[in-house]
């Protein structure tokens, strides 16, 4: 028996992993449930002026610190408490603010290259990857970068041909090969949520 059960879930921009995230941690209860974002392990830009730290692509895979989340999971399984750094999307840096993960029976690693790494592969129990149609996806990308991050509809849309789109393609998509487990259509629902959590949490039970 696992002390830890390392869920990975991955998919597009606005396909409904940050959804899925949630509804595990909501029904599983805090303390059984963790999660971590691969967009808190973007690399520092301080080193870069606010106009340079915009045109840096963040859907590129060298865009995330993978060897430091890696490390902290590792020390999760180990049953250390990490402090995750914290992403300040409106001024593309970090904050500087960590926030404390502790060690519980499950942990979900959420974000759009979380199956993509080799190094956290093998880390994984469960490998989760939600899929929806570019067009969706789209929307709610763009209703959530104007409200929570404080951007123009204009610069949604031109990083979204630009950089999204393109590195979804890429680099994203292939990814859902290594799944144990695919959502279609941005179909998350609670039933799959709990499915899903049953399984993880049977496994850490004697």
């Known amino acids: 028996m696992k002390s830890m059960y390392l ?11 940050t959804t899925l995230a949630e509804m595990l941690v909501k029904l599983g209860g805090s ?5 971590i974002q691969t967009d808190w392990y973007y690399r520092a830009q301080d080193h870069l002026p606010l106009k340079e730290r915009d045109k840096v692509n963040y859907d590129h895979p060298d865009a995330v610190e993978a060897s430091l989340l890696c490390t ?21 840096t970090r904050s500087g ?8 029976p499950v942990v979900i690693v959420e974000g759009i290259l979380a199956l993509y790494y080799e190094k956290l592969l093998p880390l994984y129990d469960l490998k989760v ?16 970068d104007v409200t929570e991050r404080g951007r123009t509809p204009e ?24 799944a144990d487990f695919i959502i279609p259509d941005g179909f998350v629902n609670e039933p799959i949520a709990k499915e ?7 496994a850490n039970t004697p």
């Open 196 to 202: 899903i959590l049953d399984k993880a949490l049977a």
């Open 31 to 35: 303390n059984k449930v963790s999660c």
């Open 72 to 92: 902290d999971l590792c020390r999760l399984m180990e049953g250390q408490s990490v402090e995750c750094p914290q992403y300040d999307f409106t001024v593309h």
């Open 155 to 178: 610069s949604v849309k031109k990083q979204w041909q630009e950089t999204v789109l393109p590195m979804h393609q890429e680099f994203c998509e292939p990814s859902r090969t290594v």
């Open 97 to 104: 603010v960590t926030k404390t993960i502790k060690p519980s």
């Open 129 to 144: 990857f939600v899929s929806a149609p570019d067009e969706l996806r789209f929307k709610r990308r763009l209703a959530r």
């Open 7 to 17: 869920i990975g879930i991955a998919g597009g921009s606005g396909s409904g992993k």
